[in-house]
């Protein structure tokens, strides 16, 4: 349901579809499991039709309908291109989009079984996507901005190693803040927002979190997302991060994988937005965070 109270089905989809791309409304339509800010549907073998849900505002969709046709073709994985775009009505009151369908399974629900090949192709992505942006779109603030939230995700969340995380945290929040020129930044690659295939990373997506700033917010990644004991190898390949970068990055690694065990705590006890299966993966990748065999200073 949306906060219009409408339910998204596959006949409103198609209705939608006859009303505004009609060349389009044959095509076989398919719920796609999970989904949270927008819901998602396939169309066809090769599109999606990324419907707005619970996100109050369409800026999210329209930031993708206006940059990713202009980053995609300089990244090395593929990610979603928008190709129709579709306008609030009467029957469905707010923006929806017609994307390209990325292959591949959400690392949620799969594997990387091929440690060093993702980290490679991690880095060889952001990279491609950290380069100076021509807009103003600051959202990734120094960690230093963000301790109420870290403090929030951590009593919620209660571990056995909260004084170990919070040493990591008030390392990062030490660390010099990022003083190059804002780069783009996804900003929210956990395991639901990158596929895989063939046991590594097959692509990116979900960009609706996407901005300007400090590149330490994705390469969290390293250990959100990489298997363990492959950070260091990511951060050679990266290359450009230096010691006050991979300090921030580790203590947002801390806390978004905090942000994933309280998602997955939600949902064993039904509330919304909770997704069972991602406490798992949260304290698996706040292990990592843990590890004493990171990624060493630069």
């Known amino acids: ?57 369409p800026e999210l969709q329209l930031k993708e309908r206006r940059w990713l046709p202009v980053l995609a073709p300089r ?13 609030p009505s009467e029957r469905f009151p707010k923006h929806w989009t017609v994307m390209t369908w990325v292959p591949g399974e959400p690392l949620d629900h799969g594997s990387i079984t091929r440690g060093v090949h993702a980290a490679d192709t991690l880095a060889t992505f952001l990279r491609a996507l ?15 901005n963000r301790t109420d939230g870290f403090e929030t995700f951590l009593r919620a969340v209660d571990p056995d190693d909260a004084a170990a995380l919070r040493d990591v945290w008030d390392d990062a ?15 929210d690659l956990h395991p639901a927002n990158v596929v895989v295939s063939d046991g590594t990373l097959a692509g990116v997506v979900d960009f609706g979190d996407m ?37 921030r990055a580790r203590g947002l690694a801390a806390m978004k994988s905090l942000f994933l065990v309280l998602m997955g705590q939600n949902g064993d006890r039904g509330l919304p937005g ?3 299966h991602w406490g798992p993966l949260g304290r698996a990748a706040l292990d990592r965070v843990l590890s004493p065999s990171g990624p060493p200073s630069r």
Do not use: C
């Open 1 to 57: 349901m949306t906060d219009t109270t409408v339910e998204i089905t596959a006949d409103l989809v198609r209705d939608l579809l006859r009303e505004q791309h009609p060349d389009l409304a044959g095509l076989a339509i398919r719920e796609v499991p999970g989904g949270w800010g927008n819901q998602m549907w396939r169309l066809g073998d090769e599109l999606v039709v990324r419907m707005q849900r619970m996100d109050p505002t």
């Open 75 to 87: 990244l090395p994985l593929p990610v979603p291109i928008p190709v129709r775009s579709g306008a």
């Open 130 to 144: 950290h380069v100076e942006a021509p807009i103003a779109m600051d959202r990734g603030a120094h960690p230093g």
């Open 173 to 187: 929040i030490a660390a010099p803040a990022w003083e190059g020129p804002p780069v783009w930044v996804h900003g």
């Open 211 to 247: 901005f300007a700033g400090d590149p330490a917010w994705d390469l969290a990644a390293a250990w959100v997302l990489l298997p363990a004991g492959t950070a260091a190898r990511f951060f050679d390949a990266y290359a450009h991060a230096d010691e006050a970068a991979i300090r």
């Open 274 to 276: 909770g997704k069972p």
